[in-house]
């Protein structure tokens, strides 16, 4: 079950966190994975770990909020058969804690560089008689979370791009849905605490992690788990939903 033999996915941002385990995941199950990332260099932990493994993977240096380099790199990848939109980026503040440049910066990543990947991809999942596409979208999609006015106006134009391309190509066999993880732990959530709770860490840890109400974050492996199931074959029944992972997050915390 769940096997992705002679598919081709592409993931952005697969070179570290959730994207990483996605990339690594979907080559065991036997996808051809093209990661896109910044830099190649950024790619090369995921690309070497696949490669350890007799998988089969390529990485893109691009910039997703660069319809150019985007269109350019999905030409040179060609005809594929899966996209995980995943690349991103966050922003901590309140509406009026977010400067102009920061907000466009993360509506050019989060919400334009999923456009951007979506407007060259359709084409390409075409040539191959349909396909794919996850969207990572966030539970800051679903309820109030402090401190994220940018980061949470993203992923709902994220999760709303979500239901208008699943309705759109319906009928050319392209399947859409969305994933909203709670909090993950990843690098990033390990950098982030470090830079703003100096000699706190494991206090912020702690507290992060029981704002969950299964009482710990989720794991990369986890969501990885479902983007799989929803990409496979067996999962074709399902389009223009919304996943949330959330370890009890949205119905729980009350």
Not at 23 to 51: C, D, R, W, Y
Not at 193 to 217: C, V
Not at 225 to 242: K, N, P, V
Request: net charge negative; charged share 20%; with cysteine.
């Amino acid at each position: 079950m769940f096997s992705l033999q002679n598919k081709k996915a592409v993931v952005t941002g697969g070179g570290s966190g959730i994207g990483k385990a996605i990339s690594v995941l979907f080559a065991k199950q036997g996808a051809e994975v093209h990661i896109i990332e910044l830099t190649e260099e950024s790619a090369k932990t995921a690309v070497e770990e696949i490669q350890a493994i007799g998988g089969k993977v390529f990485s893109h240096a691009c910039n997703v909020a660069n319809q150019e380099e985007v269109l350019a790199t999905f030409e040179k990848i060609g005809n594929i058969n899966i996209l995980i939109n995943n690349a991103g980026i966050a922003h901590v503040g309140k509406v009026d804690t977010t400067p102009a440049a920061v907000f466009d910066r993360v509506m050019d990543v989060n919400v334009k560089g999923v456009y951007n990947c979506l407007f060259a991809a359709i084409p390409q999942l075409r040539l191959s008689n349909g396909g794919v596409i996850i969207n990572m979208a966030s539970i800051a999609a679903w309820v109030g979370i402090p401190d994220r006015f940018a980061y949470s106006t993203a992923k709902g134009a994220v999760m709303a791009m979500t239901l208008s391309v699943a309705k759109d190509y319906i009928k050319e066999n392209i399947r859409c849905n969305s994933i909203s993880p709670a909090r993950v732990h990843t690098p990033f959530v390990d950098g982030f605490i470090s830079k703003n709770y100096a000699g706190k860490e494991e206090e912020m840890f702690e507290k992060l992690s029981q704002s969950q109400p299964i009482g710990r974050m989720g794991k990369p492996d986890e969501i990885a788990a479902l983007a799989l199931y929803l990409c496979s074959d067996e999962a074709g029944f399902i389009t223009g939903s919304d996943y949330p992972i959330d370890g009890g997050f949205i119905k729980l915390n009350n």
